[in-house]
């Protein structure tokens, strides 16, 4: 089975809920020697970054350091309440620790803080409102909803980081997994779920054990699966 990149929970988002964060917060503003641009494509944000830290292009430490981002952004612009407070009135005078007083003035607090349940419900069910699904009364009921849609995460990200963007729903599941399979898009697993969760929540698996590439589907996207106005559907298994 293998992982990668995708996907994604009708109703409008909330004007309130579609405010972008502090520049701040963003995952962008934590290195010293890079100036973020608030209101980047995360593409085009990643990719300038991925040059200042000399990040080689599909090496294994740029999928991390992308997945990374990716994960930050969108708990930065899904679940903000997750973000660790700036770091205020400086660091104490009794702390040695030079590493930890770097740590400290680039990132803030080290610690995340805990969302409670209805703060969890809340980005989930935004989420679901960003891409056209009605909110969902319970997690589990979103995450089912985002899992069935096929939706690219980065537009999830920019559609609140870049301005009037929309999130585009994929209808064809073999266009979607050859995008998914470009190796600029793939992601590291490990951190992707890393803390709890949100970005592996969304992930889409996009090649079923045995499933043989290269032939049409005719019409269906993974074996046994239909692609129906941007919704994945069970059916029964077919050979490819």
Known sequence: ME????????SEP?????MPPPASQSHFAKFANFTPQENAPFKQEFARLASSQEWKRGSREYTRQR????REEL????????QPPPALGGIPED???DD???????????????LTDEEILQGFQDLCAEVGIARGAAVDECKRALKATLVNIVDLIDARRVPGTKVQVWTDFEAFRRYTRDPDNRISLAEATEGPGFLASLLQVIKMPGEKMGKSTGGRGRRGHQV???RVRKGKARRV
């Not at 992982?3 to 009708?10: A, F, H, N, P, V």
């Not at 909330?14 to 579609?18: L, P, R, S």
């Not at 708990?75 to 997750?82: A, E």
């Open 3 to 10: 992982i990668i990149d995708l996907t994604g929970c009708d």
């Open 67 to 70: 997945t990374i981002a990716m």
């Open 100 to 114: 930890d007083k770097a740590a400290i003035l680039l990132h803030g607090s080290p610690q995340k803080v805990e």
């Open 75 to 82: 708990s930065t612009h899904y679940f903000p309440s997750s």
């Open 95 to 97: 702390d040695d620790d």
């Open 228 to 230: 129906k106005g941007g």
């Open 14 to 18: 909330d004007t309130d809920a579609t």
